[in-house]
């Protein structure tokens, strides 16, 4: 595993457990002690982390990672939900692109799509993340329409009144929302009540509703919710998903994708 992957990794089990102390953190990434030893060492210079007497705590100012240090966990799922909603999307349509991990591999596989290489344009993307539109920007058959606004460090994404305002004036055909939970009775939610609002706003221009979220989100809470589960038309996910959340979703009136 190369020192980034490990980085990753270490920061994604701190987040979810709070505390990791050095040889718990060495069996679960199957490297020596030294290592965790030197990895916190130096994710603790960068502010990452707090280091203790054998391990590290959380920090105390940071409760979710940067995107940059995100996707090392759940990667092969991420990649196989992108792959079922870019399938989603007709040629000509206006996609809506929250930020976040797994819309990013949306966005990457909409990219490849063999039917998407020409046209006026192919597709228009509409989007508050940076990362997505630096991404697309490249592709000349691609109309990327990117949000103002003041951009978040953790997700690349512009949040705000100047972001309210340019996604006042368009509608999407489909809005492809990442989320860190999505739970039948509390609705897709966000760890940040501003950037949950931007993707609220996103999914009332839109015709329909797509969440993406890896099977580790589902049946999960946060603090800001993004929508109710009546106002999602679509779940992406993989075929880990409990069958007994999967038939809630359905009985709730969202169709499920199972990737």
Known sequence: ????????????????????????????????????RRDFDRLAEQQMLVRTRGGAVV???????????????????????????????????AVGLT?????TEVARALAVRADLTSGTPALTVVTNALNIANELAVRPQFKIVVT????????????????????????????VLGVVAFDVAHGAAAH???????????????ERVVVAADSSKLGRRAFARICATESVDTLVTDGAADPDLVRRFEEAGVRVVLA
């Open 1 to 36: 595993m190369s020192r980034d992957a490990r980085w990753k990794a270490l920061l994604e089990l701190l987040v979810e457990r709070g505390r990791l102390d050095v040889e718990e953190a060495a069996a679960e990434l199957e490297v020596s002690a030294a290592t965790i």
């Open 59 to 93: 920090h105390g100012v940071s409760y979710e990672l940067p995107l940059r240090y995100k996707t090392a966990r759940h990667a092969s799922q991420k990649q196989r939900v992108a792959q079922a909603v870019a399938g989603l999307v007709a040629p000509g349509e």
């Open 99 to 103: 930020g976040g991990t797994t819309t």
């Open 148 to 175: 103002g606004g003041v951009a978040r460090a953790q997700s690349y994404e512009l949040i705000g009144p100047l972001a309210d305002g340019v996604l006042g004036q368009v509608t999407v055909d489909v809005a």
């Open 192 to 206: 940040d009540e501003a950037e949950a609002a931007i993707n609220r706003l996103l999914c009332e221009r839109a």
